[in-house]
């Protein structure tokens, strides 16, 4: 009888360079929703910007779902605080604090 473990899998990260493109263009959408860019230096930045982030995520990544899920999770991260700014600059009223109520008990 055998009793050894099954070797570990090696690290499978099989992502086209198309499917990472399509992801920086995905980070690139988020970042223009929350980064007034108005000239095409600007966008250019940008688009580096999600570039390096996107490389930094894939190279810390050992499999396709955890690089899919790290990315994921920080987009969901940067929808997160830019819904709590908007939240915290209304101003305080009936209805600012209804919904600050609303928020805590969420």
Do not use: C, G
């Amino acid at each position: 009888m055998n009793n050894q473990r099954p070797a570990q899998a090696e690290p499978v990260m099989d992502i086209s360079p198309d499917s990472r493109q399509l992801m920086v263009n995905k980070i690139m959408d988020k970042l223009k929703r929350h980064v007034p860019v108005s000239r095409p230096v600007e966008l250019h930045e940008l688009r580096k910007v999600a570039e390096r982030f996107e490389n930094k995520i894939y190279s810390a990544s050992r499999w396709q779902l955890e690089y899919i899920r790290k990315l994921s999770l920080k987009m969901l991260e940067l929808e997160t605080k830019s819904f709590n700014a908007a939240i915290n600059s209304l101003p305080s009223t009936p209805a600012a604090r209804s919904r600050e109520s609303l928020r805590s008990r969420l």
